[in-house]
């Protein structure tokens, strides 16, 4: 995973305000959020809108 965010900070898709452990974390926390049963029941029919926004999500604001 971290050179996953490395390469990510290298080529401008992960915002560098966010250190590598927050975004450990942060995978983490969803990873096993999504494990749980009742959760993942729920989100498989938003599983492209799930991924969108967690990359999205890391990403740095463009500007336009």
Request: proline residues 5%; without cysteine; charged residues 30%.
């Amino acid at each position: 995973m971290l050179e996953l965010f490395h390469r990510g900070r290298k080529e401008g898709k992960v915002d560098l305000k966010y250190s590598d452990e927050f975004l450990l974390l942060y995978f983490q926390a969803t990873v096993e959020g999504i494990s749980n049963p009742q959760i993942y029941e729920k989100i498989v029919p938003y599983t492209e809108e799930w991924t969108e926004i967690l990359i999205k999500g890391i990403a740095p604001k463009r500007s336009e």
